[in-house]
């Protein structure tokens, strides 16, 4: 079986909505568009070569796959070279025709078509952006590792990479580096269930006692 690896751009606030620019997505009154750009570096450009370096097949939302065929293969570059010769797969209700070449649509219900795709021979699954796909990949435990770049950077509502359909999970830090822009690039791991503790007294004080009874009684 294959994995599946979530690469994204996030603010300190955990918004992914239009890291690229104003026009990328301005749904829902997003007007931060083009937040990540100002803090573009050669670390960020060595890691995303490294991470798009290897071989790879790229699940996409439709938004995000709209935005890169309008652009990818017009491009030049060793990034566009790799894009468009990469197969993709995208999920979309609306699209019958995917004129970008390499492009196959994602048959029936997503979740389903993202797990035979899984159990498929081929390479690493890559997603891009899609920040609404990824919801329902989270939702149904189809992730195995996050590539995450934070940015320094806050900008209230919008997209968010974690909603709230997200299974609970723990995640193995397994790499990171902070660019000079102040960018945290970090990978995480899927590690099974969440572990949790209490720093509580083993005995609670009286205080505590009569806390927990009006947290009761207010719920």
């Known amino acids: 079986m294959r994995e599946l690896a979530v690469q994204a751009f996030v603010t300190l606030d955990g918004v992914m909505q239009a890291p690229g620019g104003p026009e990328e997505d301005p ?3 997003f007007s931060a568009g083009g937040w990540s750009v100002p803090y573009w570096d050669d670390v960020i450009e ?16 439709r938004k995000t796959y709209e935005i890169f065929a309008a652009h990818w293969p017009h491009a030049e570059g060793p990034g566009a070279e790799v894009l468009n010769d990469a197969t993709k797969h995208v999920a979309s209700t609306t699209l019958t025709e995917l004129e970008w070449e390499n492009s196959n649509l994602i048959e029936g219900d997503v979740a389903e078509g993202v797990g035979r795709l899984k159990e498929a021979d081929g390479p690493e699954l890559q997603v891009h952006g899609s920040a609404n796909l990824i919801q329902i990949l989270l939702a149904n435990d189809l992730v195995d590792e996050v590539r995450v770049l934070i940015y320094p950077v806050v900008v209230g509502p919008g997209k968010r990479l974690f909603g709230d359909g997200t299974i609970a999970r723990a995640f193995e830090l397994t790499g990171s580096e902070v660019a000079p822009s102040g960018v945290i690039i970090a990978t995480f791991r899927r590690a099974g269930e969440v572990e949790v503790g209490s720093f509580a007294f083993d005995e609670p004080t009286e205080a505590e006692v009569a806390r927990r009874k009006g947290l009761a009684e207010r719920s």
């Open 27 to 29: 749904s829902g009154g």
């Open 46 to 61: 060595q890691s995303m070569g490294e991470a798009m370096g290897r071989p790879f097949d790229l699940v996409l939302g």
